[in-house]
């Protein structure tokens, strides 16, 4: 298996534009994660998704920050208008239906909004 | 919110050494987890311990968990440089699969 694909691995974009990131999932996972990962912050779930459907979206920080996913296999979290705040790493996880919480990482997308 | 929270934040050590890393965190917890991040890569899950269990063992790892304390320690033995990175503790609730991470240990191991 390929493991979590994350696209891209880097962005840069100015303050104000739409950033859409993308994940794809292990094949067969039922549940999919988004985390963000700053310095500052740490690493902080952001939502997650059971069989397609947001079960947790408490850690979005905000209405411009939105998250889809439309089918197993894939997952976008939008942000618009960017600001230079949200410059951070951003993970994808992806976890079977198994009771037991192990989480497999994608690479990650490192943003920059300047 | 920020669950767990490791100390040391940095530790150098030489290969062949022990390291040993520490979590405290600050809810009852399901499960308690640690991951490896190599620089600019993801993370990846290197053992998990249950609230029930006290000790674990995985190769070079050992972990300890005292719930009393709200604390986990992760002990790599032997040392080796390819063990550089940084080191997360991540805990999950009765409610829901979401994982709270600490700020993680960066860890050198020097030849």
């Known amino acids: 298996d390929a493991g979590v694909i994350q696209s891209p691995r880097h962005e840069v974009t100015e303050m104000g534009q739409e950033v859409t990131l993308r994940c794809k999932p292990i094949?067969?996972?039922?549940?999919l994660f988004w985390y963000r990962q700053t310095m500052m912050r740490g690493l902080e779930l952001l939502i997650y998704?059971?069989?397609?459907?947001?079960?947790?979206d408490s850690g979005m920080p905000e209405d411009r920050f939105s998250a889809k996913m439309p089918n197993a296999s894939f997952s976008t979290l939008k942000i618009q208008p960017s600001e230079p705040r949200d410059s951070a790493v951003y993970f994808c996880?992806?976890?079977?239906?198994?009771?037991?919480?192990?989480?497999?990482f994608g690479a990650g997308t490192r943003l920059s909004v300047l | 919110s920020q669950q767990g929270e490791e100390d040391p934040q940095a530790l150098s050590i030489q290969e062949g050494e022990n390291a040993t890393m520490n979590c405290s965190y600050k809810t009852s917890i399901n499960n308690l987890q640690w991951y490896r991040q190599n620089s600019g890569r993801g993370l990846v899950h290197l053992i998990l311990i249950r609230s029930n269990e006290r000790e674990k063992h995985s190769g070079r790892l050992r972990v300890t968990l005292d719930t009393s304390k709200k604390s986990s320690s992760l002990l790599i033995t032997a040392s080796r440089a390819a063990d550089t990175a940084s080191y997360f503790c991540a805990t999950d609730e009765n409610s829901g699969y979401a994982l709270n991470f600490g700020k993680g240990t960066s860890l050198l191991v020097t030849p």
């Open positions: 996880a992806s976890k079977g239906e198994s009771s037991i919480n192990i989480q497999y």
């Open positions: 998704f059971n069989n397609n459907v947001p079960i947790d």
């Open positions: 094949s067969g996972h039922d549940y």
